[in-house]
């Protein structure tokens, strides 16, 4: 046995007291005289005997009293572990897991109920004196301070289900941080959680940190069934107007057992379409394609939908795209226009082509462009190239027919900025294509069999390519002799696609093959990088891009949900705009974005982190690797939390004990001077 306040034990000198009254205390009888004195004797000698024992046991319970009064101030406890119970005022931070996992149910409650319970216990086992940390996923700014022990039990109450979801490291970091703004030399951590194993990331240096103690209260739920449509895209990066646009659907069974009815459902613009069922093995994820088409331009809002029980954050999938009214074709000539290039688009509406001589082209304009042609030019020069390079890298592409007497210094300068093959000679051989990469998106689902019937280009003038190791060509069409005739070259966004022959006649039939001539042009079109992201994840997603329509020191961008408007942090950047969101967006569904009231320029949908799906947790083995000299694991769901925290931290206390035995001797002082007469 311990004590907490030892230095009390020296008011054990105050038994003296009762000892010297007692010593000091002479009761004088008179002297009576009687005719029998023999009599009078026998009653002396057998008084004053009971009078001397009643007054030791008076003495002894005072003496005793007042010991075991003194041993209550002092504190004695009976130690837990082999380390002196901690004095003073103690700093308490404490993480409760509230993301979406902790939704499933332990027993007949959800988990985080257990959790919060588990709080309140935890704090209630602190004194009033000592300060707290309430941290939750949520990391609010009113829960990265220090606060009494009442407003942290207020926080508690208020703890509710969230999506935001954050790895273990941040989680201890943040409570460090907390912890270091105390004085206090006690400081101690708890983290109740269902500690799933996807965002459970404790690092080595763990549990290593001296000055803080650290417990860990692992909560699991009964039930770990969970499908989930992990996610969706288009296998096209831009959704055309009257055509179908292919949506690929994946959903996953998290479980171990197979789930043979899944039923999909798709709303697109408030219309409900079902889908029909899938079956998912255990496991294991599946696909289902889904032809979406599309009758109207502008931005369309849809949500993909499964039926699944108990955790149902997971079950609805929202994205949103756009469909622009007109795809926009820059053609760059040399002197005259190509007629070629007009005519591969005239009988379709949804293409607009527009021819300008390279020395008119108005470089503001760009931004108005999916495809850049540059058709004949017999040099690019350095003010074009730039415009060029900034244009591909924000997601447009430029297709170049290099001109029979072009400036070979002039290209390599506009071909090395976009790190491609650049031109070394012009041939005049004849050579004829004979292999199509059918891979890549611009030839992918245009021809059923390149081997029947489709004639390829043939070329009787054309530049020979440099080869460089260093640079990612990405053939579309290739000569016999293994030479590129069109190759492709990634630049961030936006892509480059160079020919290696001109578009002219005389050189190149490029143009007089229409099955490969049209739906390239097409395709490269439609290939740009300013495709719209169909989906953002909350937590994780928190930059988002636009372009930039506001005027200095006039405008700025508002974002709407279905309850909420907030202004988001902007940062403009040429013709782009930088969006944070941070912590603004908080529950999945649609956020329009507007520069004017009632005129959404475009739609955001957002989506609940698929982390918190897993249902995969750590088991106490696992959790125990983690465990040290300063790691607790309380795994105890029936005892009361208040007692075992106590106990964990002051050890077995007794003062209520001794204080009882205390008022016992007094009793029995009392019970000895009123009813023993002497």
Not at 476 to 494: M, V
Not at 594 to 610: C, I, Q, V
Request: hydrophobic share 40%.
């Amino acid at each position: 046995m311990s004590f907490l306040y030892p230095s009390f034990l020296w008011a054990l000198l105050a038994i003296a007291i009762p000892i010297i009254i007692h010593l000091f205390y002479f009761r004088r009888f008179k002297k009576v005289y009687f005719t029998n004195v023999r009599f009078l004797k026998e009653v002396k000698e057998e008084t004053s005997s009971r009078s001397k024992i009643k007054h030791l046991l008076v003495l002894l319970s005072r003496i005793l009293a007042l010991a075991f009064l003194v041993f209550a101030f002092a504190q004695p406890y009976i130690p837990q572990k082999e380390q002196a119970v901690q004095k003073g005022r103690k700093a308490v931070s404490l993480f409760v897991d509230n993301s979406y996992s902790m939704s499933s149910l332990s027993q007949d409650v959800p988990l985080l109920e257990k959790a919060k319970d588990r709080a309140r216990q935890i704090i209630s086992a602190y004194g009033v004196e000592d300060e707290f940390q309430v941290l939750t996923n949520d990391f609010e700014r009113r829960h990265q301070r220090l606060v009494s022990k009442e407003d942290a039990l207020g926080f508690v109450d208020e703890i509710k289900i969230s999506p935001a979801v954050k790895v273990m490291s941040k989680i201890v970091n943040r409570q460090k941080q907390a912890l270091n703004s105390s004085d206090s030399e006690l400081r101690s951590s708890y983290i109740v959680s269902d500690f799933q194993k996807n965002i459970t990331d404790f690092k080595e240096e763990f549990g290593k940190d001296t000055t803080v103690e650290y417990s860990l209260i692992p909560l699991q739920s009964v039930q770990k069934k969970n499908v989930s449509i992990d996610s969706c895209w288009f296998q096209a990066p831009v959704q055309m107007l009257n055509q179908t646009n292919p949506l690929v659907i994946k959903v996953r069974n998290l479980s171990d057992e197979d789930v043979d009815d899944v039923r999909l459902t798709l709303t697109l613009d408030n219309q409900v379409k079902p889908l029909g069922s899938l079956g998912v093995k255990a496991r294991s994820a599946a696909y289902d394609t889904v032809n979406v088409t599309i009758l109207r331009t502008g931005w369309h809002e849809a949500e993909l939908g499964i039926t699944d029980y108990p955790v149902q954050f997971d079950d609805k999938y929202f994205f949103s795209f756009p469909v622009a009214q007109q795809i926009s074709i820059l053609v760059v000539n040399e002197s005259s226009t190509n007629n070629f290039l007009s005519a591969a688009f005239q009988k379709n509406e949804y293409f607009k082509v527009d021819q300008v001589s390279a020395g008119r082209i108005d470089y503001s304009k760009f931004l108005d462009y999916q495809l850049i042609v540059l058709n004949d030019l017999t040099a690019v020069s350095t003010g074009l190239s730039s415009e060029l390079l900034q244009f591909a890298k924000n997601g447009g592409n430029v297709l170049a027919f290099p001109n029979k007497n072009a400036n070979i210094n002039a290209y390599k300068a506009f071909l090395s900025s976009f790190q491609a093959n650049e031109l070394e000679r012009f041939e005049t051989d004849a050579k004829e294509v004979s292999y199509v990469n059918l891979e890549e998106f611009v030839f992918n689902d245009v021809f059923e069999n390149v081997n029947s019937n489709i004639k390829l280009p043939s070329t009787k003038g054309q530049f020979k390519l440099t080869k460089f190791g260093s640079r990612r060509e990405e053939v579309l069409l290739r000569y016999r002799d293994g030479n590129t005739f069109i190759g492709k070259y990634r630049q961030e966004k936006g892509n480059l696609f160079l020919c290696a022959a001109p578009l002219n006649v005389t050189y190149n039939d490029l143009v007089r093959n229409g099955d490969v001539f049209v739906p390239m042009l097409y395709k490269m079109a439609l290939s740009t990088g300013k495709d719209h992201k169909i989906s953002y994840a909350i937590g994780s997603d928190n930059i988002l891009e636009t372009d930039n329509r506001t005027k200095q020191g006039e405008t700025v961008y508002k974002m709407k949900g279905s309850q909420e408007e907030f202004i988001p942090e902007q940062r403009n950047i040429g013709v782009k705009t930088i969006l944070g969101v941070g912590e603004q967006v908080k529950e999945a569904g649609f956020y329009k974005l507007f520069l004017e009231k009632d005129n959404p320029l475009a739609s955001f949908a957002f989506n609940y982190d698929r982390k918190e799906s897993e249902l995969e947790y750590l088991t106490l083995e696992e959790l125990k690797t983690f465990a040290s000299a300063k790691v607790d694991i309380i795994d105890n769901p029936t005892e009361d939390f208040t007692t075992l925290i106590d106990e964990r931290k002051r050890g077995i206390v007794l003062w209520k004990w001794f204080l009882i035995i205390a008022l016992a001797f007094l009793l029995i002082e009392t019970l000895l001077i009123r009813f023993w007469k002497v």
